[in-house]
């Protein structure tokens, strides 16, 4: 008999984007000119409003110096355990 464990709150990614600023005491147009994006992308990420895709996750880890699939997978975890709204 195995256990599963499953997490009882997934976060969005922008959350742990959020961390990191802070961690780093950059601005969000610190991290977009690095990561070289508009402003409103990074601040659609924190939001939400905007899925990481691998060119974006891409991005991000070449900003802060980590894995893109880090991100692809928080994404994805994300997208999963929410629901889907509208239609």
Do not use: C
């Not at 997490?7 to 802070?22: D, I, K, Q, R, S």
């Not at 070289?36 to 996750?57: H, S, Y």
């Not at 975890?77 to 889907?84: D, K």
């Amino acid at each position: 008999m195995s256990t599963t464990i499953v997490a009882a709150e997934v976060l969005p990614p922008g959350e742990y984007l959020t961390e990191e600023l802070a961690a780093r005491g950059w601005t969000v147009s610190q991290l977009a000119e690095r990561m070289g994006q508009p402003k409103l992308v990074v601040l659609d990420i924190l939001e939400t409003r905007m899925v990481i895709t691998p060119e974006l996750a891409e991005a991000i880890s070449a900003a802060l110096g980590t894995s893109a699939q880090m991100w692809l997978n928080l994404e994805e975890a994300y997208r999963s355990r929410t629901p889907t709204q509208g239609g």
